[in-house]
């Protein structure tokens, strides 16, 4: 049995235990789906009128019964019905999802982009003025919450430029390219220059460690060129803590960046969940997290894959 299966077999049992806590843990949260959809209007339903409103949303057996019901649908593809739009989970994911996943990959082009060059060149000019500054605009960024980027972008943008970034809508690339690079190009720098901060530190730290390694110091005593020593040699053994960093963080991007999605009013995953846990749709928090929760297993297992690829001398499994 081949790493990449064994990988796989254990793909149903973490979703498994991810689907029993955020279940419960819902259902911890003070109130319920008919309180959170009617408001002061709930006080006015009869009990028939509850209890028939119960029984259509699921809530009115045992929390094991209704787990147990949720958890066959799974075996269906069916992730059950959100009280808020009214339509299958499965659809109204699958209909955010688009948004969420152009911006991590955006993000991730940015950051990877900046922080990779800035890390290789403070590497190269170790403790000399250029690799102090570049050190230091890095503990900046990663020490700048980034919704205060989020919110200097706006507000430089607005106020010197006369410029407002679009809001509230999106647009898919296909249909409209320019409307929907206008729409995600400020929330994707937001992000993508915060974690450039990031990956400037961890590939500095890594170059700076396999630049002492023998391998390099007799390429450089072959006469290879400078460049070729640090773009080829040295680079790809350096990029595997990156890689490590990249992959949690564009899991933690595909979850929704919920905070940046708020600011920037997009309709992508992270406010669909900060919604859905407002309104006590349970059908709906379930499935985006364990949507979410599937994604991070398959960036993670993307990652071990990369490594072996970077590095030969990495063997996964029992090879």
Known sequence: MNYVTQRLLTFPLILLGVSVIVFVAIRMVPGDAITAMLGTEAGLLTPAQRQALAEYFGIDQPIYIQYWRWFTGLFEGNLGISSIYGRPVLAVILERFPLTLELALLSMVIA???????GVFAATRNERASDLAVRLFAMLGQSTPNFVFALLIIYVLSVYFGYVPAMGTFTPLFVDPLANLSQLIFPALTLGLAFAASVTRISRS??????????????????APARSVVWHHALPNALIPVVTLSGVEFGYLLGGAVIVEEIFALPGIGRLVLDAINQRDYALVQGTVLFIAFNFLIVNLIVDLAYAALDPRIRLGNR
Not at 112 to 118: C, D, F, N, S
């Open 112 to 118: 990877l982009a900046v922080g990779i060059p800035a």
């Open 206 to 223: 890594a170059m700076l460690d396999v630049l002492s390694d023998d391998y390099v110091r007799t390429a450089r005593s072959k006469g």
